[in-house]
């Protein structure tokens, strides 16, 4: 995103949807309307479950997803120099569940 901030021709957008976290947290609703910058959140894979990617995999990308945002929060924890025992051990045990999944 930071590639394209000072383009004048390309603008970050996104599709607006709607998580219906009362049912699954995996039901996701796009409203086909386009909005301007960032998406809160990847939704990937909400669009390989309505592609109908097997569940084996999608099982497989959700955990490597998570493992990816632990990593990436200890990395910015590291960065930014804030050692939160707390946050460093939810982090770990996060990790530790992941494993043993």
Known sequence: ??????STSVKLGHMACFADTD??????TF???L???????????????LAKISEDVLKRAHQKSEEFEIEFELKHLMCAQKIDPQKIKSLWLRAKALRSA
Do not use: C, I, M, T
């Open 35 to 49: 909005e301007s910058g960032p998406s809160d959140k990847s939704h990937g894979l909400n669009v390989a479950r």
């Open 31 to 33: 409203l086909y309307k």
């Open 1 to 6: 995103a930071q590639d394209f901030a000072a």
């Open 23 to 28: 049912k699954d947290a995996n039901s996701v």
